[in-house]
């Protein structure tokens, strides 16, 4: 069972990218999902995670007020919106989940889906 990234692109500073996150059937469902990114030559970093309700949901400061992550059960898809895009935004961006919690250390996720490359040019 693997989680499925996509929306990844190229765009300018200021603009705007929708990433999604989908799992097949009802995997992952009850699951806390969030998102990582890791840019060339620097280590993870956490960016956002949202509870299995949805009604929680925590960013990293250099994200904060520029991306938000959602989810739609429904169609066990956790979304995360990128707007405002800057250069330093570039990087492999990697979805996650767990059972157990929401987590900011990337060590607290046992699942991760291939990442989705978004790069920001200036």
């Known amino acids: 069972v693997q989680l499925q990234a996509s929306g990844g692109g190229s765009v300018q500073t200021g603009g705007s990218l929708r990433l999604s996150c989908a799992a097949p059937?009802?995997?992952?469902?009850?699951?806390?999902r969030g998102w990582f990114r890791q840019a060339p030559g620097k280590d993870r970093e956490f960016v956002a995670a949202i509870s299995v309700t949805g009604g929680s949901t925590t960013y990293a400061d250099s994200v904060k007020g520029r991306f938000t992550i959602s989810r739609d059960n429904a169609k066990n898809t956790v979304y995360l919106q990128m707007d405002a895009l800057k250069p330093e935004d570039t990087a492999v961006y990697y979805c996650v989940a767990d059972p157990a919690g929401i987590y900011s250390d990337y060590l607290g996720y046992d699942y991760w889906g291939q990442g989705t490359l978004v790069t920001v040019s200036s």
């Open positions: 059937g009802r995997a992952f469902v009850n699951y806390h």
